[in-house]
C-alpha cells in the first residue's frame, strides 16, 4: 500500500497476482493504429491531414495514385499507418451524395 502526495492510496498487487504481459511472455507486441478520414463528402478534412504531417502536394500524389485527383468526385478517404489510404469515390451518377451517403449507412 502506497500513501500518494495527494492524500489518496494506491494498492499494489503482489507479484503472483500481476496480469502477465507480452514482455513476461517475450512476445513482440505490434502498435495498434487507428485509420483517420482524410476526405468525408468531397471536403479535405485539412486538420487531420496536418495532424499526420502530410500536405496538400501528398495528398495530391495519393490521389493520382489511386485514379481521381479531385477530392470532390470522393465520398470518404481515410489514411491508415502500414495500409496506406483507402479511397471510396462518388457514383457517377446525378443523385446527391448525401442521399448516397445515408444509403449506405441504411444498410
Known amino acids: 500500500m502506497l500513501f500518494e502526495a495527494n492524500r489518496s492510496i494506491s ?11 507480452g ?3 517475450n512476445i513482440s507486441i505490434k502498435p495498434v493504429h487507428i485509420p483517420v478520414t482524410v ?6 478534412l485539412w ?3 496536418r495532424d ?12 493520382l495514385s489511386k485514379n481521381t485527383s479531385n477530392p470532390k ?4 478517404a481515410e489514411w491508415l ?8 469515390t462518388l457514383p ?3 443523385y446527391d451524395p448525401r442521399f448516397l451517403w445515408a444509403i449506405c449507412f441504411a444498410l
Do not use: H
Not at 81 to 88: A, E, S, T, V, Y
Open 52 to 63: 499526420l504531417g502530410f500536405d496538400e502536394s501528398w495528398l495530391k500524389q495519393q490521389l
Open 73 to 76: 468526385d470522393i465520398l470518404f
Open 23 to 25: 514482455e513476461d511472455l
Open 39 to 44: 476526405i468525408r463528402d468531397g471536403k479535405v
Open 47 to 49: 486538420d487531420e491531414l
Open 11 to 21: 494498492i499494489l498487487k503482489k507479484p503472483q497476482y500481476q496480469k502477465v504481459t
Open 81 to 88: 499507418k502500414d495500409n496506406g489510404m483507402f479511397i471510396q
Open 92 to 94: 457517377k451518377t446525378k
